[in-house]
């Protein structure tokens, strides 16, 4: 597609689950981002690819948050153990080049994880 | 560590107004600051990027400008319009840490027909 495509769209997990939430950036884009926006609040940075290195996790709250970009395109975050604090929306956003700092980021709809 | 703050946090305009949305910083050591748009249940919608080194930018009835120096931003819609209704972010881009994206807490906008 032509655009950063996230899934699923909606997660309800009962606390204590792993979860698992994908995200296909736009073809080619070298720079992956992901992001945790809290109800009410701005997105906050989680984590960074470039290609496949995770050149920058300094955001993501606990050892129970993983992410992976094995082959440099898609991605996948992964929460351990779920806590009701984790229940937010999780957005991915690419971009085109990692060396450009002046190429916009392009989100996608995001995943709104709902842990009861 | 760098703060970002938008105000108002929510606007409630009749449609036709012109209206500014303010957003500050703390840091002014930026790559850019950009403004997205944010509709219900959706993501984000890059609006204008403005770099450091420039001043403004525009796309239609959208203009944004840039003061670093002051660590200030504002964003003007001319002609307001009820499909303008959504929520507006303000991010800057920092110089450390690849270029990853820290926001405010968006000005929530709602256009009256």
């Known amino acids: 597609g032509a655009g950063v495509s996230q899934s699923p769209r909606y997660k309800v997990a009962k606390r204590g689950q792993d979860v698992a939430l994908r995200c296909d950036p736009i073809s080619g884009h070298v720079s992956l981002f992901w992001y945790q926006q809290a109800l009410g609040q701005g997105p906050e940075f989680l984590t960074y690819?470039?290609?496949?290195?995770?050149?920058?996790k300094s955001g993501l709250p606990s050892d129970r948050f993983f992410a992976e970009r094995p082959e440099g395109s898609v991605s996948t975050l992964k929460i351990q153990r779920t806590q009701q604090e984790d229940s937010a929306v999780y957005l991915c956003?690419?971009?085109?080049?990692?060396?450009?700092?002046?190429?916009?980021?392009?989100f996608g709809d995001g995943t709104r994880l709902s842990i009861l | 560590k760098q703060e970002v703050t938008q105000i108002p946090a929510a606007l409630s305009v009749p449609e036709g107004e012109n209206l500014v949305l303010n957003c500050s910083f703390t840091d002014s050591a930026i790559y850019n600051l950009q403004w997205f748009r944010q509709d219900p249940g959706k993501g984000l919608t890059s609006l204008l990027l403005i770099q450091s080194s420039q001043r403004e930018q525009t796309s239609g009835r959208l203009n944004a400008s840039l003061d670093k120096s002051s660590g200030r931003s504002t964003l003007y819609i001319a002609a307001s319009q009820p499909g303008d209704s959504a929520t507006y972010l303000c991010a800057v881009s920092l110089v450390t840490g690849f270029q990853k994206l820290v926001f405010g807490t968006g000005t929530r906008l709602l256009v009256s027909p």
């Open positions: 690819f470039q290609n496949e290195a995770q050149l920058d």
């Open positions: 956003a690419s971009s085109s080049d990692a060396r450009n700092s002046n190429q916009p980021q392009h």
